[in-house]
């Protein structure tokens, strides 16, 4: 048996899941108290530390020994779990007279989707201002960039689903709520070896396999594809971290998970990816962008979320390298640096990529930046835009035919100088999913506030038409590509 296998026999891990059955989110929150969870995720412990006072009952002895990374005294553990079982799976390890917990074992729920269970991932390197590096196969467990690629994840019922760099498996958790089955792939060996214990734990089955990208993942395609890469673009000298970086150049990598897709997706299947891609001098992003899908017959939709300078970026990334305040933190800056300069990276978009195998020969593409607050999760928004691609499209005498209702969500917001009669400006605003707002004339805004479900638009178009004492050919002319748009970013319930 390798030193960190970490497996469990089925017994044992029945044992195992029954001693953390009370070891919940809920239940460690209470036991830390709010500013003790808070301080935890700004990666200090002490403030939970004496939240948890004099406690040795088993949530507090599961508390220290994995979210605290403490040792424990040996007859607390074995109050808390199956002590012998994970002494052999080497999961506790000793530390004089007291055993420590190899890898973290914690608990997990999410409010968005119910998805529950615990992960079994490394302990973060750098608790309590540690400067610990991670090793180079470390297992990441649940990081924000996690949590929002299963936010922006569009749950509907499918019936195949792949977890593309599982880590610990946290997006296999959130896929079991809605795929009847999963493969989730690795590179990183010992990563497949903690999601397998952390779903089993969890009892989520998944079908789990070692390789690259899409090397491991057979014939048969995907109807959701999920995946959190090692997107980061660091140079091909320095020590890589499979959780974050890989061997390709720049955003190589994102650009091959984007162009293999459409190979593996099933007819509507979707790519669902957080990433991040380099702007390079004298090549628009959305145009390089663009350039990954052309071709692939897909729907696509890409939101950049924010643009790093190239400092601030790799200034993030050395200081999760565990370099800050090294004397390799300079030397490392400036190799850094002169990797972009050569391959031109002005600045790095990080964001959202969705990808539909619409099949089509003229696919919807949107590439744009959206910077702003979003309602949580998102998923819902993104299968709205792309549930209004086929409507955006209809003729001019489909869309002037058809009944809109604009979403309950809308609301309209009047500026101007403060005691002026008159507004100078009417914005309408969505108050869910992607919060777009659009400011509107006198005629698009009497259109749209009109359409509540019961004329059809040619009927506004006429009615506004005379209230405005214009031709209704011209309001016509006017009005309806800017409907259109606005249909395609779903303003309006669906048809
Ligand atoms: C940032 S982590 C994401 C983990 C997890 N999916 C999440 O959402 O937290 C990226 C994962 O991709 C894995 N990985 C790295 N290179 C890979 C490759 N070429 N093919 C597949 N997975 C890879 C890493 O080992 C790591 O587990």
């Not at 406690?55 to 109050?79: G, H, I, M, S």
């Not at 200034?315 to 850094?336: K, M, S, V």
């Not at 809308?410 to 100078?424: H, K, N, S, Y």
Request: proline share 6%; aromatic share 6%.
């Amino acid at each position: 048996m390798p030193a960190d296998d970490f497996s469990l026999s089925d017994d044992d891990l029945v044992r195992v899941r029954d001693a953390l059955e009370d070891y919940t989110v809920d239940a460690v929150v209470e036991a830390i108290g709010d500013a003790g969870q808070a301080s935890l995720g700004r990666n200090h412990t002490v403030a939970a530390e004496r939240e948890l006072g004099g406690r040795d009952d088993p949530l507090a002895t599961l508390t220290r020994l994995f979210v605290l990374q403490q040792a424990v005294p040996e007859r607390l553990v074995r109050r808390a779990l199956p002590f012998q079982a994970l002494v052999e799976s080497r999961i506790l390890e000793r530390d004089g007279d007291t055993w420590r917990a190899a890898v973290d074992i914690r608990p997990y729920g999410s409010p968005d989707d119910g998805a529950d269970g615990w992960l079994v991932s490394d302990h973060a390197a750098t608790l309590d201002t540690a400067r610990g590096a991670p090793r180079p196969d470390h297992v990441l467990g649940v990081s924000p960039a996690s949590t929002t690629l299963a936010q922006l994840t569009i749950r509907r019922p499918v019936a195949r689903a792949l977890d593309l760099g599982t880590g610990c498996g946290v997006q296999s958790l959130h896929l079991a709520k809605h795929a009847q089955s999963i493969v989730a792939t690795d590179l990183n060996p010992r990563a497949l070896r903690l999601a397998d214990l952390g779903l089993r734990l969890s009892g989520v089955s998944t079908d789990l396999r070692l390789g690259s990208l899409y090397e491991p993942v057979g014939d048969v395609p995907y109807d959701l594809v999920v995946t959190n890469p090692p997107f980061v673009m660091s140079p091909p000298a320095a020590a890589k971290f499979t959780y974050r970086e890989s061997d390709f150049t720049a955003d190589g990598l994102m650009q091959a998970i984007v162009e293999g897709a459409v190979d593996h997706l099933s007819p509507g299947g979707m790519l669902q990816v957080l990433g991040n891609w380099a702007h390079i001098a004298g090549e628009p992003w959305d145009e390089r962008l663009g350039s990954w899908v052309a071709g692939t017959g897909c729907d696509t939709l890409v939101i950049q979320r924010e643009v790093l300078d190239p400092y601030e970026y790799i200034e993030i990334w050395l200081a999760d390298a565990g370099l800050a305040g090294t004397p390799g933190y300079r030397p490392a800056y400036e190799t850094w640096m002169d990797y972009f300069d050569y391959l031109g990276v002005t600045g790095v978009g990080m964001g959202w990529l969705t990808l539909v195998n619409a099949g089509r020969t003229v696919p919807d593409v949107r590439i744009e930046g959206w910077p702003h607050a979003v309602e949580q999760p998102v998923g819902p928004a993104l299968a709205a835009h792309f549930g209004a691609v086929d409507a955006s499209r209809w003729a001019d005498d489909q869309l002037l035919d058809h009944v809109w209702q604009l979403t309950d969500d809308v609301i309209q917001e009047t500026l101007g100088a403060p005691g002026a009669e008159d507004p100078t400006h009417f914005v309408l605003r969505q108050q869910r999913g992607l919060r777009r707002a659009i400011e509107v004339d006198t005629a698009l805004g009497g259109v749209l506030g009109a359409c509540d479900g019961d004329l059809t638009l040619r009927e506004i178009l006429g009615a506004v038409a005379q209230l405005l004492g214009v031709s209704t050919v011209d309001l016509v002319a006017d009005v309806l590509p800017r409907f259109r748009a606005l249909v395609a970013d779903a303003w309006f319930a669906a048809s």
